[in-house]
């Protein structure tokens, strides 16, 4: 074998492990998450993943718990709104953004400051936005 075929083997080995690993950390947080929104069972994270990578899952876990039990309503339809707007709408052109506020004008609820985490919801209660400070 030359340096280049063992060093492709080394580099094909690092990223499958390095995609196992994170595979297995998504599908605990995922779990984990699901778990504590349901009030289910607890998690046993699985022995592949190392004590700071568990602890870390739980610590976003943790963030997305309270965001998700921090709910803020907004009055936007974001469904409606995602149909009038493209991928060419960027925010330059002064008379289509007039044209969409006609459309879609912003909700009423004014400014809120948010310092902890949360979800924004659109009018329909659909989750649009999760905020995760020092997630």
């Not at 280049?4 to 599908?27: F, K, M, N, Y």
């Not at 779990?31 to 993943?49: H, M, R």
């Not at 009055?75 to 060419?88: H, N, T, V």
């Amino acid at each position: 074998m030359n340096d280049s075929s063992t060093s492709d083997i080394e580099i094909t080995l690092w990223r499958t492990w390095a995609l196992t690993v994170t595979h297995e950390a998504c599908e605990y947080t995922e779990q984990k998450f699901n778990a504590e929104k349901t009030g289910g069972d607890p998690v046993i994270p699985s022995p592949k993943l190392d004590t700071d990578l568990v602890m870390a899952c739980d610590r976003l876990v943790d963030r997305l718990i309270k965001a998700y039990k921090n709910p803020i309503q907004t009055q936007i339809d974001i469904a409606r709104y995602s149909k009038l707007i493209s991928p060419k709408d960027t925010g330059h052109n002064e008379e289509r953004e007039e044209k969409l506020l006609e459309r879609c004008p912003p909700g009423h609820e004014g400014t809120k400051l948010v310092e902890i985490p949360a979800t924004i919801l659109d009018a329909s209660g659909a989750i649009i936005a999760w905020y995760l400070p020092d997630a």
